[in-house]
């Protein structure tokens, strides 16, 4: 059972995991790093790996930072199966044909730039286009089913539900009596659309991702109040509210929050525009797998309801009628990509109303130091803003509750029915998995950070007494990003 981490290793972003077991070579997820330049310069790499001996890939959830680098090992020669839970096939396709959308058009703007300075040849090839997404998509097969095991060449891979996001898996892995569970990133309990994560069965080793291992999320109920608290003030002052939203989970989760708010009239009706085509058709997967859902949810869905609709939604799909939203008047609420505020629709709208004092930000989702959203909460005077510096003189709130990671307490409810005491740690901060280790100690457990491009034999942490803490040089100060959603 050994592990060699090529993405999420001391840092969230990048997940890709290179495991050898029962003579098989699987790649668990393959995701893009998102952050920073020198965290996006990874994705440029080599894989560290012959894409043609792998047996499969295999996917435990559609966030881009698990499948976002899969167009780009298929360009590099990749030709096996792809195996994934149905809503993760849905979703992934919208994920990264976005994803070679918005390469191609970063791609043609560093080439006019690099036009003008004369530097033609240095202009940054998008990784990927739509036709690798397309060639990409073929090889998935969507026939994981929480609690089924498939055989994966001489593997055992039984999937179950990791409550995430829609479609979210963590894998069972099995072969010659061996038996390790890799989490994917796992859902926070009570959160939001999807049902807990189920208790995992024992093992002989666990791969964890540790994005909160240092924190407990706020009660949902005490978010509800406090997001609502914020819609009503940001509603009396007249403006308009700006909510910046991930397409796939957390725009659904605020869409429908707001339809709950408005309906039981906590908070006053409003019209509500969601600008992001994104999110428009990933919520279309919600209702193609309503059985994945939280109870209330899914019969209301089988009952030929809309719980994503609030009834003042207006669902905005062309660019032109995005911008014309700039001209309506009177409170409204704008739901727009991106999370982080650093591209999408979500900046015109900034650009046009953040200088305004009625205007309310109200953020969901969290915002990482270097991002343009990083910027505006910790209270940057001005942020540039489509060629323009623009004040900040809208109100910002910031609602922490939304998260759909599991936070300390949840990762120590998983890892306990495992019975097993060797914990490797990935997709997290160093300082925070670092602080999480004595934590697990407390426990009986070990825990052990997971080194990056290094295979280590997972087996072996119990016996020796874990990974030496200290990190490689340069990798200390790897910051949270996209990945952390
Ligand atoms: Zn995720």
């Known amino acids: 059972m050994h592990l060699r981490s090529l ?17 098989e070579e699987v790649l668990i997820d393959c995701g893009l790093f998102q952050g920073d330049e020198a965290l996006e310069a990874r994705n440029r790499e080599d894989f560290g790996l012959g894409p043609r001996d792998l047996a499969a890939v295999i996917l435990t959830h559609a966030h881009l930072d698990h499948v976002g680098r899969l167009p780009l090992l298929v360009r590099r020669g990749y030709r096996g199966p792809v195996f994934c839970t149905p809503p993760t096939a849905v979703l992934a396709e919208t994920v990264l044909l976005d994803s070679a959308r ?28 739509e036709d690798d997404v397309h060639r990409a998509l073929a090889l998935l097969r969507p026939v994981l089913r929480f609690g089924e095991t498939v055989q994966v060449g001489s ?23 061996e038996r390790l569970i890799m ?31 240092g924190h407990v999320h706020r009660p949902r109920p005490a978010t509800l109040a406090e997001f609502a608290g914020a819609l009503r003030q940001s509603i009396r002052a007249g403006g308009k509210i700006l909510i910046p939203s991930f397409a796939i989970e957390r725009a659904q989760v605020i869409l429908h929050t707001l339809r709950e708010l408005m ?41 030929g309801e809309d719980p994503f609709r609030p009834s003042t939604l207006h669902v905005v799909l062309t660019g032109d009628e995005s911008r014309r939203l700039g001209r309506y008047d009177g409170p409204a609420i704008i739901l727009a990509g991106n999370g982080m505020m650093t591209g999408g629709r979500i900046q015109h709208h900034l650009r046009h ?39 900040v003189r809208a109100h910002v709130y910031t609602i922490g509750g939304f998260s759909a990671h599991a936070d300390r307490d949840d990762l120590l409810a998983f890892l306990n029915p495992t019975g097993t005491p060797r914990v490797w740690l990935v997709h ?32 072996t942490t119990g016996e020796r007494g874990g990974y030496p803490l200290e990190l490689p040089r340069g990798e200390e100060g790897t910051r949270k990003s996209a990945g952390g959603e």
């Open 428 to 459: 997290g901060e160093p300082h925070v998995m670092k602080a999480f280790v004595p934590v697990l100690a407390e426990r009986g457990l070990t825990g052990t950070l997971m080194p990056g491009g290094e295979e280590v034999d997972l087996l």
């Open 263 to 303: 309906e039981s009239g906590e908070v006053p009706r409003v019209p509500i525009f969601l600008d992001s085509p994104m999110a428009t058709r990933a919520t279309r997967a919600y209702f193609q797998f309503a059985e994945e859902l939280i109870p209330p949810l899914r019969d209301a869905l089988q009952r």
């Open 7 to 23: 993405g999420a290793a001391l840092t969230v972003t990048g997940s890709a995991h290179l495991l050898r077991m029962g003579g």
């Open 353 to 391: 109303h953040l200088w305004k004092p009625a205007t309310s930000l109200v953020v969901v989702s969290y915002q990482s130091p270097g991002s343009l959203g990083g910027r505006i909460v910790t209270a940057a005077p001005t942020v540039p803003l489509l060629g323009e510096d623009v004040p």
């Open 155 to 177: 593997l055992r891979v039984t999937p179950h539900r990791a409550g995430h996001i829609l479609g979210s898996a963590y894998l069972l892995i099995e072969a010659g009596g």
């Open 183 to 213: 989490t994917g990133d796992l859902g926070h309990r009570a959160g939001g659309l999807q049902p807990d994560f189920t208790p995992p069965p024992p093992a002989d080793a666990v791969v964890i991702e540790t994005t909160y291992a």
């Open 102 to 129: 918005l390469q191609v058009e970063a791609y043609r703007q560093d080439l006019r730039r690099a036009r003008r300075e004369g530097k033609e040849p240095e202009a940054r090839e998008p990784l990927y286009d």
